[in-house]
Structure formats: C-alpha cells, structure tokens
C-alpha cells in the first residue's frame, strides 16, 4: 500500500502544480493502469514567505512554515516535501517539529549527483540559496562542492526567477541568458548542474547544457514515490 505523500507547497504556485504533476507521473508510470499518488497538498502564501526571505526574518519563516508541517501530519501525511529548494534554508527546524519522515531535498539530489560520479556542479537557483550556505555544505556531506554562477550572472538567475517564472512568465530571452550561464559554469570545471529551483525547469532542461542537468525537483519526487512504495533510500 502506498503512503499518504505531504506536499508543503506555494512557493510559489506554479512550483507546487509542478510538484503535483511529477509526483503523479512518477507514481502511475511504476504502478501503472489508473493509480496516482496519495498525497495531500498545504500551500502557504508566497507574497508572506517572500517578504520574509527578502527582509531576512528566516526565524519568523522557520515558524511558518514548521506550524504549517504540523497541518499536514495532523491531515494524515505519512511524510513531508518542502516543495522549494530556497525554504530548505529552514529545514531542520521543519525537520524537528514533525514526527514523520521529513525528505530532504538537498540530500535526495546529492546522493543522485554523486552516484553519477560528479564531485563538482554547478547550481543555477535563487540568491539566497546560491550565497547561502545550508545548500552547498549539506552537498559537501555527500562528496559534492558546488559552483555558483559570478556576478552579475547570479542577480541574473535570481531576477529571471522572481520577475519572470514566479510571475508566469517564460521568455525566449532569459532561456538564452541562462544557456549562456549555464556554458559558463562547465567552462569553470562544472561536471553537471542542479536546477536547484523549481521554476527553472520551466524555462531550460538538458537540451540546454553541455554537461549533465539534475533536475531537483524530479529528483525529489521520484526519491518520495521510492519511499512511498517501501523503497529504500
């Protein structure tokens, strides 16, 4: 029998419709015939979350979205996936305040990046997530060192995400920017590269690098369908 899947989501909407639709695919293309996925959806409002990130109130936002976890496992969830790579900067302490497994995306990534035998990646993402920390040393645990995009690339990663994929919008223009980005950081020793945001998907894919691309969003859904269905990790 499966388990029941949490999606901690909103961030932003189109984020989480393409969370939903992975995790369904994932889920008939191993069962097959008319199954999908058990789940259950909460979504928050990202213009709070945003403002929250923006103005660096990362406690306030831990808080959130940890009460917000809660929900899901008092709905029936048997375990949890923060349905964004940036909020991940808050993870232990969604981690902490659930008693379900909590499914780590950075680790679900890390493990898939180093089984294809890369040690070093580039990461295409937010800023927060491509100047902070908490992503490229939980990527360290695993062997892996992250390479970030120089500026001014990164503010231009950062904006097509907020003023464009966020917002609906997808354009030509920005694909081209981010292909070059992208020929940038293989030129600097990058074996592959993680779409380390979800939206980022939406606007570039393998066809587009010249090295290997990880998709984290995918990788997330398919490493929680595995655990849905007893697979081990």
């Not at 388990?3 to 069962?31: F, V």
């Not at 993870?91 to 040690?119: K, Q």
């Not at 992503?135 to 001014?152: A, K, L, N, S, T």
């Amino acid at each position: 029998m499966m388990r029941t899947i949490g999606l901690l989501g909103g961030m932003s909407w189109e984020s989480s419709a393409e969370y939903y639709r992975l995790l369904n695919e994932e889920t008939r293309k191993r069962l097959g015939g008319h199954h999908c996925a058990k789940s259950i959806l909460l979504t928050v409002d990202f213009a709070e979350i945003e403002a929250m990130q923006r103005e660096g109130r990362w406690d306030e936002a831990a808080h959130a979205l940890a009460e917000a976890a809660t929900t899901l496992e008092r709905a029936g969830a048997d375990m949890v996936l923060l349905c964004t790579n940036t909020m991940h900067r808050v993870a232990d302490a969604i981690e902490a305040a659930v008693g379900v497994p909590f499914v780590h995306l950075v680790d679900a990534t890390a493990r898939s990046v180093a089984a294809a035998g890369i040690t070093t990646v580039g990461l295409l993402a937010t800023r927060f997530t491509m100047e902070m920390d908490f992503y490229r040393d939980r990527m360290r645990r695993h062997g892996v060192e992250v390479v970030v995009p120089e500026e001014p690339d990164r503010t231009v990663v950062h904006d097509v995400i907020y003023q464009e994929l966020t917002q609906g919008r997808v354009e030509d223009s920005s694909r081209e920017e981010y292909r070059r980005i992208i020929a940038g950081l293989a030129r600097r020793g990058a074996q592959g590269v993680i779409l380390g945001c979800t939206e980022i998907t939406l606007l570039v894919g393998p066809a587009d690098s010249p090295v290997p691309v990880f998709d984290s969003t995918r990788i997330h859904v398919e490493t929680a369908v595995g655990m849905a269905l007893g697979v081990p990790v």
